[in-house]
């Protein structure tokens, strides 16, 4: 007996539309290999009418009260709650996610950071007005700068799209969003919920692949573009925006480091750093990957973290004593596979190592010592869920190899003293420094990076800003 495969289709102007051209993309589940779904594979004509949506929905949009959208906010918010069960089943056949897991530390998080952007949308700051030239009077307006062509990653689809639409739709743009080709269910499933809550045309969704993204940025209508997703593909983005000064805002690779010194409570340290590097398969650009352990504890360090992770569980998603599920897909599968197996002479694989399983992307919990500050494994980013181990002698050698690589995106110190954490979250070079933690992230903070990590803050006040634009206003007063 044959399943009948589920159809996606663009959000556009309103209403569900398969690609002008009919071609559509398979989709594949991630926990099984097999196909699921069929998206639409988008081309020009898709990309046309998307902008041409945004673009006529713009000015009423723009012009509505910061209250009419907060409220609007308000009730996609309160929709998503609604739908969760819905958004959790899309998100995880996306993703092969534990169903436990992703309706705990997703949905959650998702609904307050839209109910945060919702009422940031009522806080728009700005100079006050003033005499600062004698009989004229200066204001500041802030605007939204227009419609936004946005391109989200596969391996947080739903909350990556929040991180997108949210603060746009609050400052008053309208969007044009593009999930990835892996993972489009969820996003669809968000058109549907917000396309019942706002005008036609401010928020609108388009599938595709690489070719429909490079479409939707180099295309004259979108103010700014921002995207999530690897270092290439950002260098891609700014390099087309550039052709007509788009605005950019990317959010790209990270390779953080996780400074252990000897004063560290190594039990804790082991429990919270493992399960920071593994969660979501360790395919997050803030995971506790590269960890840097001082020499008088080092063996100690690395022989706990190996039983941590022999003890750590993949699975499929209604597995609840997972934590993490497959990689995304068998590319990925193929590139974190390609880090071990390339792994030099000196290096000791000390737990994993290997798939799971012949089922589906699953790789095993893995952990690597014996590396060098020049290693490849130390350089790139895997994105599996793969630790590094490495050794330091003191403090500036500790400094030397976190801030020696070409991503700055997140990092974290462990240690009792606060001195030297406060010395270290100052010189460390990297857009985030947790001390004796990794990870959580909330509404109110900024998330972003230096570097090859990108540019562009998402959440907090600083995330809204970069989709408002400033004017000056002066007047006579004579």
């Known amino acids: 007996m044959t399943t009948e495969l589920r159809r996606l289709r663009n959000y556009i102007n309103g209403e569900f539309r398969d690609a002008a051209d009919g071609r559509t993309?398979?989709?594949?589940?991630?926990a099984t290999g097999e196909v699921y779904a069929t998206s639409p594979l988008s081309g020009q004509a898709d990309v046309d009418a998307a902008m041409e949506a945004a673009a006529a929905a713009f000015p009423a949009w723009r012009d509505s009260t910061p209250s009419e959208r907060q409220k609007v906010l308000l009730?996609?918010?309160?929709?998503?709650?609604?739908?969760?069960?819905?958004?959790?089943?899309?998100?995880?056949?996306?993703?092969?996610?534990?169903?436990?897991?992703?309706?705990?530390?997703?949905?959650?998080?998702?609904?307050?950071?839209?109910?945060?952007?919702?009422?940031?949308?009522?806080?728009?700051?700005?100079?006050?007005?003033?005499?600062?030239?004698?009989?004229?009077?200066?204001?500041?307006?802030?605007?939204?700068?227009?419609?936004?062509?946005?391109v989200a990653p596969w391996n947080?689809?739903?909350?990556?799209?929040?991180?997108?639409?949210?603060?746009?739709?609050?400052?008053?743009?309208?969007?044009?969003?593009?999930?990835?080709?892996?993972?489009?269910?969820?996003?669809?499933?968000?058109?549907?919920?917000?396309?019942?809550?706002?005008?036609?045309?401010?928020?609108?969704?388009?599938?595709?692949?690489?070719?429909?993204?490079?479409?939707?940025?180099?295309?004259?209508?979108?103010?700014?573009?921002?995207?999530?997703?690897?270092?290439?593909?950002?260098?891609?983005?700014?390099e087309s925006a550039a052709k007509d000064v788009k605005r950019v805002h990317l959010e790209l690779g990270g390779k953080a480091p996780v400074v252990v010194f000897e004063d560290t409570d190594i039990e804790k340290a082991v429990g919270d750093i493992s399960v920071a590097g593994f969660f979501n398969a360790g395919q997050d650009c803030t995971a506790a990957t590269r960890v840097l352990v001082h020499e008088?504890?080092?063996?100690?360090?690395?022989?706990?973290?190996?039983?941590?992770?022999?003890?750590?569980?993949?699975?499929?998603?209604?597995?609840?004593?997972?934590?993490?599920?497959?990689?995304?897909?068998?590319?990925?599968?193929?590139?974190?596979?390609?880090?071990?197996?390339?792994?030099?002479?000196?290096?000791?694989?000390?737990?994993?190592?290997?798939?799971?399983?012949?089922?589906?992307?699953?790789?095993?919990?893995?952990?690597?010592?014996g590396l060098s500050q020049d290693d490849e494994i130390i350089q790139n980013e895997v994105f599996g869920p793969v630790i590094t181990v490495q050794s330091f002698t003191d403090e500036a050698q500790a400094l030397e190899y976190a801030n020696g690589v070409e991503y700055?995106?997140?990092?974290?110190?462990?240690?009792?003293?606060?001195?030297?954490?406060?010395?270290?979250?100052?010189?460390?070079?990297?857009?985030?420094?947790?001390?004796?933690?990794?990870?959580?992230?909330?509404?109110?903070?900024?998330h972003g990076g230096y570097k090859k990590s990108g540019y562009g803050k998402d959440l907090s006040a600083y995330g809204f800003e970069d989709y408002t634009r400033i004017k000056h206003v002066m007047t006579s007063l004579g």
């Open 75 to 150: 009730k996609i918010a309160d929709a998503f709650e609604e739908r969760a069960e819905d958004l959790i089943a899309a998100e995880v056949q996306n993703t092969g996610k534990p169903v436990a897991l992703t309706a705990s530390e997703e949905i959650p998080p998702m609904v307050d950071q839209i109910r945060f952007f919702a009422g940031a949308a009522r806080l728009l700051e700005g100079r006050s007005a003033g005499e600062y030239m004698e009989g004229m009077t200066s204001i500041v307006r802030r605007e939204p700068v227009g419609v936004c062509a946005q």
């Open 408 to 446: 700055a995106l997140a990092s974290s110190v462990w240690t009792k003293d606060h001195a030297r954490a406060m010395r270290m979250s100052k010189s460390l070079d990297f857009g985030c420094v947790w001390i004796n933690t990794h990870i959580p992230l909330v509404a109110e903070m900024p």
């Open 156 to 238: 947080y689809p739903m909350m990556m799209a929040v991180w997108k639409f949210a603060p746009a739709l609050a400052a008053g743009n309208t969007v044009v969003l593009k999930p990835s080709d892996t993972t489009p269910a969820s996003t669809v499933l968000m058109a549907e919920i917000i396309g019942q809550i706002v005008p036609k045309g401010v928020f609108n969704v388009v599938c595709g692949d690489r070719e429909t993204g490079k479409a939707m940025v180099e295309h004259p209508t979108p103010a700014m573009a921002s995207i999530t997703g690897s270092v290439r593909a950002g260098m891609q983005v700014a």
């Open 25 to 30: 993309i398979d989709v594949v589940n991630p």
């Open 296 to 369: 008088s504890i080092h063996d100690e360090f690395v022989s706990a973290l190996a039983k941590a992770a022999a003890a750590t569980k993949t699975g499929q998603p209604d597995d609840e004593d997972v934590l993490y599920g497959p990689l995304n897909n068998a590319n990925q599968l193929k590139q974190v596979t390609g880090f071990i197996d390339r792994l030099p002479a000196h290096a000791k694989v000390e737990a994993g190592g290997h798939r799971v399983g012949d089922k589906g992307y699953f790789y095993a919990p893995t952990v690597v010592s």
